[in-house]
Each structure stands twice: as structure tokens, then as C-alpha cells.
């Protein structure tokens, strides 16, 4: 049985990609995405996902993974292997997650649409929970993409 879990999603968004990724690249906005699901805590020092900002392949941050906001079920180090553009790879383990790796690209579509495409591969620290990482990553993915979609509009 394959160790790694691996889950892509794309959304059509009616915005530009610039506009967009000025959002998506923020720790609001990406507890904005996966509220009231899932919210990351995140140091003051992290404002946004700029190269100049983030020491590539480092632990950026330790932040607590909590559900509903509020009860703490996961503490990540959040790293990333490349931020360029409008396109990160995170590069991540956690306390239930040997690796996290999230690619996201915002891509322009024309002068006022975009798509977003997140790739994660998750290895679990426990093979039991596989089943449950394959059928939960999808959902909150597709719960944050509907959110994007509200923020956005579809496109």
C-alpha cells in the first residue's frame, strides 16, 4: 500500500490572479479559507509568503493546528521549498503528519479570471489513518476552494 495520500483540487475564481494571490499568501487569508473548519495559528513575525521574508527550506513557524477554531489537534512547521511568483511549494511535517507538502498556483486564465490549483501529498505518522486523511484532506480542500469561490466569485 502506497505510503503517501495525494489530493489535487482546482477552482475557477472571477478575479485577477495578482488580486487573489494577495489574499491567498497571508495567514488571514488562509484562516479565512479554512474557517470555521480549521484555523492555524501563526506568529506576528509571518505577515505573508515573500521570498525576501521566508529562509527557503527552514522551519518558518511552529503554529497549532486548531478544530472549530479553538481546540488544538495538530502543531505544524510550516516550511517551504519555493514561493515564486504567484506559486508556493510548502515543504511541512506535524505532530500527525510526517509530510505535508502543499504546491499551490494561482494562474491567470485572462485579465479577469484565475484558477487555483492546490496539490497536497500526505504522509501520515500512522498508517491507520490514511483512510481517514484520504477522505478528509479532499473534503477541506473543497470547503476552502467554496470559500474562495464566495470571496471571488466563480469563474
Keep these: 500500500m502506497p505510503r503517501s495520500v495525494i489530493v489535487t483540487r482546482s477552482v475557477l475564481l472571477a478575479a485577477p490572479a495578482q488580486e487573489v494571490w494577495a489574499v491567498v499568501s497571508t495567514p488571514a487569508g488562509v484562516n479565512a479559507e479554512m474557517m470555521p473548519l480549521v484555523r492555524m495559528t501563526f506568529p506576528s513575525s509571518v505577515a505573508g509568503l515573500t521570498p525576501d521574508d521566508i529562509a527557503m527550506g527552514a522551519v518558518v513557524c511552529r503554529c497549532w493546528m486548531l478544530a472549530g477554531g479553538v481546540l488544538p489537534f495538530d502543531r505544524h512547521a510550516l516550511a517551504f521549498e519555493s514561493i515564486a511568483g504567484t506559486e508556493f511549494v510548502e515543504e511541512s511535517t506535524s505532530w500527525l503528519q510526517r509530510r505535508w507538502r502543499h504546491e499551490r498556483s494561482v494562474v491567470t486564465l485572462d485579465p479577469g479570471r484565475c ?14 489513518a490514511r483512510p481517514f486523511v484520504r477522505r478528509i484532506v479532499p473534503l477541506v480542500f473543497e470547503h476552502r476552494h467554496r470559500r474562495l469561490e464566495q470571496r471571488f466569485g466563480a469563474g
Design 115 to 128: 484558477r487555483v490549483t492546490d496539490c497536497i501529498t500526505i504522509e501520515p505518522r500512522v498508517p491507520l
